[in-house]
């Protein structure tokens, strides 16, 4: 995901910051335990389709 895009992006709940996951494809928010998925490089920013972060993801926050 390129740099810039990704610098500009907010969380749609919160307006936070967003960390990427490379690994599983998608852009976590820490502050609401919530990962937004990265369809064919195009972030999908709907808190209807982000999964819940679990326990143990939301303590290693890299």
């Given at each position: ?13 919160c307006k936070g910051d ?22 064919e490089g195009i972030p ?14 939301r303590l290693d926050k890299?």
């Amino acid at each position: 995901m390129d740099k810039k895009l990704l610098a500009m992006l907010a969380c749609p709940v919160c307006k936070g910051d967003l960390k990427l996951n490379e690994a599983r494809t998608e852009l976590v928010c820490y502050q609401d335990a919530m990962a937004f998925p990265i369809r064919e490089g195009i972030p999908v920013m709907l808190s209807s389709e982000a999964r819940t972060l679990s326990t143990d993801e939301r303590l290693d926050k890299h």
